[in-house]
Nanobody, 130 residues
């Protein structure tokens, strides 16, 4: 079983920044996090879980339009982590943020679909006050 763990959430004011981190442990069939495609999703109260950003196995990134230019997803394979740097936060960014892992064959828009992913973390709360 693979365990995915998110960290870095918190309460901030509009315009502030946060850096979320995702790591994985457990039986990953010999793979490290660097051998998975990784996505970040978020779910606001009363809403569906929505795609935020993803990074494919070869490093190609994609974002939902509402966060382009403000959020950056990146890998640090040496540290076995994937980060989501969130700048210029807005109250509408308030949500629980989830990290998820997908097989490395997936890339591009297939990573925008939550059903592509095999493993999910428990989420980390991000609250942005106005």
């Amino acid at each position: 079983q693979v365990q995915v763990v998110e960290s870095g959430g918190g309460l901030v004011q509009a315009g502030d920044s946060l850096r979320l981190s995702c790591t994985a442990s457990g039986r990953t069939s010999g793979r490290t996090l660097g051998n998975y495609a990784v996505g970040w999703f978020r779910q606001a109260p009363g809403k569906e879980r929505d795609f935020v950003a993803a990074i494919g196995w070869i490093g190609r990134t994609s974002y939902v339009d509402s966060v382009k230019g403000r959020f950056t997803i990146s890998r640090d394979n040496a540290k076995n982590t994937v980060a989501l740097q969130m700048n210029s936060l807005k109250p509408e960014d308030t949500a629980i943020y989830y990290c998820a892992l997908a097989p490395p064959i997936y890339d591009g828009e297939t990573l925008h679909d939550s059903t592509t992913y095999d493993y999910w973390g428990q989420g980390t709360q991000v609250t942005v006050s106005s």
